[in-house]
């Protein structure tokens, strides 16, 4: 299992208790109640219906056990495992309610992580063997940003800001409203905060005049947004590699590749939390005779 040390698990005790209420409310789950007996013992079989990464084990195992502590969960994969089409990936032994009180949230969260961690592993395929690392977005669901950018590290992408407070990135509406780039980076190295701060300073830039502008100051990275690959590559020259160079907008699987091969440092991509296909798991309850 990979490394989950910067999980906060008081959060996410939170985020999962919300959605148990979301989903049982104050009166519980009146289909499971009346159809099944209160006593009646049986398992869930998780199945992958199609080749993926799985994400998101550590919170369905939380998950169930707010809900019954005296459920059982085994797994026959670990996080972060590539499988393959109809695999069965683990099960849940124990009271069936207590089971499908879960089942839906278990397989929204794990739907959902492992379709992100699926994704971001083929964008960090596609600059194998190049100096890029993949990195993610604040393009995130609210309140899911937590479990969503673990899920991205799960997959093999590094995890760009967590918010607006542990690194400055002085974006284009920033600049547009400071009257240009130069008094936009200014204002900022002369703001107090950041002057006794250690944040990361990163600038976007949508042109090479703003290039030019923004290697004048003492920042960390210079991102490039939206440019055409022959723009990149010359500001790529204009850099000469002085800073970090980060290359967003438009980036998709087709062609990542040759921005890869540029030389840059990093490549952000919304489309692995905003837009991700969920990976297709299902749950088959099996009742003990």
């Known amino acids: 299992m990979k490394d989950d040390t910067v999980l906060q698990w008081d959060k996410i005790d939170l985020l999962l208790a919300g959605a148990i209420e ?3 409310g104050r009166v519980g789950d009146i289909t499971t109640d009346s159809i099944i007996p209160k006593e009646k013992q049986g398992k869930g079989i998780f199945v992958v219906k199609e080749k993926g990464v799985i994400a998101g084990i550590p919170f369905v195992n939380r998950l169930f056990q707010l809900i019954d502590a005296n459920l059982f969960l085994f797994w026959d994969v670990d996080e972060g495992m590539f499988v393959d089409k109809n695999q069965h990936i683990g099960q849940i032994l124990g009271t069936l309610r207590s089971i499908f009180y879960g089942e839906r949230i278990a397989l929204n969260l794990l739907q959902r992580l492992s379709g992100i961690a699926t994704l971001t592993s083929h964008f960090v395929q596609a600059v194998k063997g190049t100096r890029v690392k993949i990195n993610d977005t604040r393009k995130t669901t609210p309140q899911l940003r937590l479990l ?3 899920a991205v590290r799960i997959g093999g992408g590094l995890n760009h800001r967590s918010g607006l407070y542990d690194m400055v990135l002085i974006k284009d509406n920033h600049i547009d409203a400071s009257g240009g780039i130069s008094q936009a980076i200014e204002n900022c190295l002369e ?3 950041i002057k006794k701060s250690d944040v990361k300073i990163v600038v976007e830039t949508r042109t090479l005049d703003e ?14 947004d939206n ?4 723009t990149i590559r010359e500001a790529i020259k204009v850099i000469n590699h002085k800073i970090e160079i980060e290359v967003s907008g438009n ?6 590749g040759e921005v890869a091969k540029t030389g840059v440092d990093f490549i952000s991509v919304g489309a692995l939390t905003h837009s991700p296909n969920a990976l297709d798991i299902s749950l088959k309850m099996v009742s003990n005779k």
């Not at 440019?227 to 022959?230: E, G, H, P, S």
């Not at 980036?251 to 990542?256: G, V």
């Open 148 to 150: 969503e950018k673990y």
């Open 22 to 24: 979301e989903d049982l």
């Open 251 to 256: 980036i998709s699987l087709e062609s990542i």
């Open 191 to 193: 703001n107090k905060e």
């Open 211 to 224: 290039v030019r502008k923004a290697i004048q100051y003492p920042i960390h990275r210079i991102m490039l």
């Open 227 to 230: 440019m055409d690959i022959q």
